[in-house]
């Protein structure tokens, strides 16, 4: 078995959750020591309530330049007691659980990519690499990462479904949304005029609120709702509701969270009830034009490895968004898997070779 598989098998075999990534962080580091890297952890997961913090590591180099590569540790909550298996050319699971190739593909490609680079012996830039905590999670660990840290202008994120040629090359703002209604309580029989349903108000908000697809390039959901009503004979005084919204237009997203904002106040005028809205921005819109450095390279590298360049953009967040949002211009990469975040996981296992491959000749193919 070639050594990237077996290394990816190992780790989808390491149980992981978003804010316990200790044991795929304590297999990584040695792993990047071994190849020569400086390694550091920050305290990212301090931050949130997780054990495990950001790595940082560093080839240096005697090419000028650098070169960034991102993954994350971290996989999707369904992600304990994975039984890996190779079915028709790809690594499934069996069924009861994800793969973890999301994003486990990108944790072993880089690895593999570093090490094939030292055994070339080819001269080399400088190569940053950051495994990151908790994407999964709002991109919550990238979002404490000392990005001053970083002197690479350009990165790839190996973090994106989708057989290997492919880039993603936008994401969308995103949004956390929270609204809290405070109403007041009184027996619903005996004095009901005297209460004030939060509940209702809440309801009102949720059935009114633009949800789904808003535009072609923003989408708004609310799935979390508490009712903090204490019995049925009570009027409920306290409901909350969570939600998110994203959109590809940093404007537009600015945009709904202030008629969200507004709406939610509207609703409860005059009524005796206070509403709190809540809007947080957990990450930033980005757009990499195929014009740019960091596609450019991609078209070389993939020209040279006869492999067709697919360029779209995408509507989740990934740590790419951080990147560019410090001046790093970086994409998502494909490295072969589909279906994440489901039970039919699965990963091209020739994509997973070749996705070491591609590390290599980014390096390669930046230094020319
Ligand atoms: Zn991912």
Redo the contacts with the bound molecule.
């Keep these: 078995m070639e050594r990237i598989l077996e290394e990816f098998f190992e780790l989808v075999k390491t149980d992981c959750i978003s804010k316990d990534e200790r044991k795929i962080a304590d297999w990584v580091k040695p792993k990047l020591l071994e190849l020569g890297c400086t390694v550091e952890e920050d305290d990212a997961g301090s931050h949130f309530g997780g054990n495990t913090g950001n790595i940082f590591a560093v080839l240096e180099g005697t090419l000028p330049g650098s070169v960034l590569f991102n993954a994350?540790m971290d996989r999707d909550a369904n992600g304990f007691g994975i039984q890996p298996r190779i079915e028709d050319g790809k690594v499934v699971s069996d069924g009861t659980t994800v793969l973890a190739a999301?994003?486990l593909a990108g944790v072993v490609a880089i690895l593999d990519g570093l090490r094939r680079i030292k055994a070339s012996g080819k001269p080399h830039c400088r190569i940053e690499v950051v495994f990151s905590v908790s994407?999964?999670k709002e991109l919550s660990g990238s979002r404490y990462f000392d990005m001053s840290k970083l002197q690479s202008k350009i990165g790839y994120c190996i973090?994106s479904p989708g057989r290997i040629g492919r880039i993603v090359a936008g994401a969308p703002s995103g949004a956390q949304l929270k609204i809290e209604v405070f109403g007041k309580a009184a027996h619903s029989g005996n004095g009901p005029e005297k209460g004030i349903d939060a509940l209702k108000y809440a309801a009102k908000m949720v059935a009114n609120l633009p949800t789904g697809r808003l535009d072609s390039e923003s989408t708004a959901n609310y799935a979390i709702f508490h009712a903090g009503g204490s019995a049925t004979n009570v009027i409920c005084d306290y409901a909350c509701v969570l939600g998110e919204t994203r959109s590809r237009n940093h404007e537009k997203l600015l945009q709904y969270i202030e008629k969200f904002e507004q709406y939610c106040q509207q609703v409860v005028e005059g009524t005796g009830a206070v509403v709190k809205t809540e809007a947080d921005i957990t990450y930033k819109a980005f757009n990499v034009t195929e014009d740019q450095p960091c596609i450019q390279l991609m078209k070389k590298v993939y020209d040279k490895m006869g492999l067709t360049m697919l360029v779209e953009t995408g509507m989740g967040g990934?740590d790419a968004n951080r990147f560019n949002e410090h001046g790093i211009q970086c994409v998502g990469l494909a490295s072969g898997y589909f279906n994440?975040h489901s039970n039919g996981e699965h990963i091209y296992v020739e994509d997973l070779i070749r996705a070491g491959e591609m590390v290599e000749q980014i390096v390669l193919c930046y230094a020319d």
């Design positions: 994350h999301d994003d994407e999964e973090d990934m994440n």
